[in-house]
């Protein structure tokens, strides 16, 4: 799939930052920042999905929720449902999305020099070039699949797009992360607020029969 749209300006919606992660209220995920999990590679990240692991709660997003969450975020219709996408389209909006996640586009730099790419090259403000590169769930696949949020102010193409197009070796780089999400649970579902309800008003219930026992006469 190709889709190609017109240049348009737009800020994030629906997206509660929490630092280390944030929440699109659309979906009621919390996606962790991706650069918390750069050079590791996929096998090594789902390793530590359970208990006590150092991702424990999370796992891996799929490509169908990869584009919803940047459709809901965005504002766009980028059209991204499955594997092998991708979504062009000049917009300052994917450089906020990337803020947003971490640029893993720059980590290499960052490890190695201690400076983004902007600062080592020099790069003139206004004219950043970043990404979000990781891993996605490969949904039944032999291949080793990811996303890309790219934004490109400097060179002549002027590319931005999002895609989950990659197929790639799983050598563990800090150039790439691993999209991970959860369910927020910051809303109880109604069923466990009306259980949590009927349980109180029965422990209120038997309190007040504990309460009024010693009233009754043999």
Known sequence: MFALGAPVQAALIGAVDHGTYFTDTTSGLDWLDVTASVNRSYSDVSSQFGTGGDFDGWRYATAKEFGNMVDATTGLNTGISALGQIYLNENEVFAELIALLGSTFDEPYIQNYGMDYEEYYGVPVGKNVDATLGWIDPEGTSDHWFARIMDDDLYAYNEDYVSTLGRRSPVPTYSMGSYLVRNSGQVPEPSVIALLVIGLAGFGVL???????????P
């Open 207 to 217: 309190r007040h029969k504990n309460n009024t026992s010693h009233l009754v006469q």
